[in-house]
């Protein structure tokens, strides 16, 4: 969750103003000297030539020492950011004050680095940054040395006029594109909480489930001892009568059915407290699954494609893997069933640097899918309907991902891990 929580505030805080800054910093600097040159080149004018060049080097300095800064795993702070802003808007006052101040069509530039800011600074920072532009513009209206005329007030209108347009072409682009990254980033984070949200939920409602297992296995104990106690003694009073005796011993395996239930959920709560994998090859984990769901599901028909030459990855599997597996199992013989049918399907191979285990069936597939393309909506009617989000939590703990598609014939769960997580490198 923190990483992704992360994600979307670095797209709109002061890293993000940072590299935003870096990107138009670049575009400046290209933009400065084509139009000094331009002016002195084809319009002739009698510019200080050397002292805007020098503003404009002395901006590529800090540019390349800023994006160098970038580079490092440092966290941006807010102040850093402003400090960012106060050097270009230093740069800019220097050339706008050889340009003719405030009287240059290109002084509302200066109202670029607010307009950033609003988005990922706190109130205090905005406040800081406009009181920096604002002073240099107040400074820029006495102190500056005026523009040089082209001979006739006509075109120096003109001219002037022409700057405006290029300053409104640069301020429309400059502030389109970056509102626009600002709404897709608050999309995204909005999405990211929703997630965040429904998941919190889930495993909310796993936990409860989990606290009344527990508390009903506790609970379960009592009355499976005195039953394991009590069926002795009957088969002794009704030693004679066989048919009783026949259903008392099916009674007896049942309840021993029961104790060994009981005694694995407590083995697995404590394999899930120590967190100490299981050490075996990834051959030795897909059949003990499988034994083990066999137990299970007997009627059901399991076929298993596993990929020549990756059982013998050794793998560190956690307890709920292995129990993620079989709920994905499970869940497949039960609609597989909704159409009479007993076939279950288990491809096991290494994609890259994943482990994918995909369980396919023969049932009528997913009524629906959410936004994501990952788990819609089956149409089991039994079972507790947790399956699923049993094996999509364990899945997320180990940086993995569940998925669910429509085969045509049936559904398929794909459950990817990544094997730098789940593998054993000792």
């Known amino acids: 969750m923190s990483d992704n929580l992360r994600m979307p505030s670095s797209r709109s805080g002061p890293f993000a103003l940072a590299r935003t800054l870096a990107w138009l910093r670049l575009c400046a600097i290209a933009g400065q000297s084509v139009a000094i040159l331009s002016c002195v080149t084809l319009l002739k004018l009698d510019i200080p030539l050397l002292p805007l060049m020098i503003g404009v080097c002395v901006l590529a300095v800090f540019a390349a020492a800023a994006s160098f800064r970038l580079g490092m795993p440092w966290k941006v702070s807010e102040g850093e950011a402003i400090v960012h802003i106060a050097a270009d808007t230093l740069v800019l006052g220097y050339l706008l004050y050889f340009t003719g101040g405030a009287a240059n069509p290109f002084v509302t530039l200066l109202l ?8 990922a600074l706190s109130i205090a920072g905005v406040s800081l940054v406009a009181i920096l532009t604002g002073v240099a513009y107040v400074l820029l209206v006495p102190y500056h040395l005026p523009l040089p005329t082209l001979g006739d007030k006509s075109l120096d209108f003109d001219l002037y006029v022409a700057g405006m347009g290029v300053n409104f072409v640069i301020m429309a682009i400059l502030l389109g594109v970056f509102i626009s990254n600002l709404a897709k ?10 997630r965040v949200r429904e998941r919190a939920l889930r495993d909310e409602g796993i936990l409860a489930i989990a606290t ?10 009592t009355p499976l001892s005195t039953m394991r106690t009590l069926l002795p003694e009957i088969r002794r009073e009704h ?4 048919a009783l005796g026949e259903d008392l011993d099916l009674l007896q395996g049942q309840v021993e059915r029961c104790r060994t239930i009981l005694r694995e959920m407590v083995a697995f709560g404590q394999a899930q407290l120590s967190q100490v994998p299981e050490k075996v090859t990834l051959d030795e984990f897909v059949h003990g699954c499988l034994e083990r769901f066999q137990l299970l599901r007997p009627e059901a028909d399991v076929s298993l494609q596993l990929e020549p030459g990756a059982g013998r990855i050794p793998l560190r599997s956690p307890p709920g893997l292995r129990h993620a597996l ?7 013989a039960d609609a597989s069933a909704l159409n009479e049918s007993t076939a279950v399907t288990l491809g096991v191979g290494i994609v890259g640097p994943w482990l994918e285990l995909v369980v396919t069936d023969e049932g009528p597939g997913f009524d629906e899918f959410d936004e994501m393309g990952t788990l819609g909506l089956s149409q089991k009617a039994t079972g507790l309907g947790i399956g699923l989000a049993l094996a999509e939590a364990t899945a997320e703990r180990l940086d993995g991902e569940l998925s669910a598609s429509n085969t045509g014939h049936g559904a398929q769960m794909r459950l990817r891990l990544p094997l730098p997580v789940i593998g054993d490198h000792a």
């Open 112 to 119: 670029v680095p607010i307009a950033l800011s609003a988005a």
């Open 185 to 194: 980033a608050i999309r995204v984070q909005q999405g990211e909480v929703q």
């Open 212 to 221: 009344q297992a527990a508390g009903a296995a506790h609970e379960l104990n």
């Open 239 to 242: 030693a004679t009568d066989n």
């Open 326 to 332: 079989i709920n994905l199992l499970n869940n497949a």
